[in-house]
């Protein structure tokens, strides 16, 4: 089935709700299936095995199956602030840190890797 240029105004879809995975237009401020309140997220990327959301206060982590496909429904959330002995991996891209006595492991693809790192300096959480 084609789409009928007629109704596409050209609206892209391409800012993705970290919560239920739907694309959103780029101007939204909310998600339109779930209401998620998308101006809260600083960083978003999907990566092999988790999506990854950034906030203010969380580090958000949603956990795919391991045919790297759907959301399991597991979700872990750490709050930024807890997180302790922050550390970028190299040369493998590995984000780790602790939390509650626990040490937390993601291994990212390159570019989300540097996306976080960056972000994560410039929130002043890491320093290289």
Known sequence: MALDNE???????????PKCGVGN??????????DKDLE???????????????????FIEYRKNFYKTRRTGKVKIFS???MEKIRFGHPITRFTFNYNGKKEVYAL??????SL????????????
């Open 40 to 58: 809260e997220t600083m960083l978003f990327f999907e990566d092999e095995f988790y999506d990854i959301e950034l906030t203010k206060d969380s």
């Open 80 to 82: 930024i602030d807890k």
């Open 25 to 34: 237009p780029d101007e939204a401020d909310n998600c339109i299936v779930c």
């Open 109 to 114: 693809k390159a570019e989300n890797y540097r």
């Open 7 to 17: 109704y596409n105004n050209g609206t892209s879809f391409d800012k993705i709700c």
């Open 117 to 128: 790192k960056y972000l994560m300096i410039k929130i002043g959480k890491f320093e290289e």
